[in-house]
């Protein structure tokens, strides 16, 4: 069984940073894309951020200049780094990665559970 656990979400005033973390664990052959969505209240998920397994990068227009996303491939793990944040970054953020599991067949596609980002003044 393939889990993704986030860690690093909070509450910062505008201008902070925060650093979220998504370790991918359990029985895993390889792993493809790993990515950072975010889900604003009465709106649909966006992809924030996206990072390949040979580390080329892609972000959304809003955030681009102020994330950053890497990943440790012997951690199994993404990070996404958010610097002068703003309130309409508050968001539910959500780690997704396109997983071959071991003895499996094809890629799946896993999600995490979710971490919340508020952004107040």
């Known amino acids: 069984q393939v889990q993704l656990v986030e860690s690093g979400g909070g509450l910062v005033q505008p201008g902070g940073s925060l650093r979220l973390s998504c370790a991918a664990s359990g029985r895993i052959f390889s792993i493809n894309a790993m990515g950072w969505y975010r889900q604003a209240p009465g709106k649909q998920r966006e992809l924030v951020a996206s990072i390949t397994s040979g580390g080329s990068t892609n972000y959304v227009d809003a955030v681009k200049g102020r994330f950053t996303i890497s990943r440790d491939n012997a951690k199994s793990t993404v990070y996404l780094q958010m610097n002068s944040l703003k309130p309409e970054d508050t968001a539910v953020y959500y780690c997704?990665?396109?997983?071959?599991?071991?003895?499996?067949?094809?890629?799946?596609?896993?999600w995490g559970q979710g971490t919340q980002v508020t952004v107040f003044s």
């Open positions: 997704n990665a396109d997983i071959v599991p071991f003895m499996g067949v094809g890629v799946n596609s896993y």
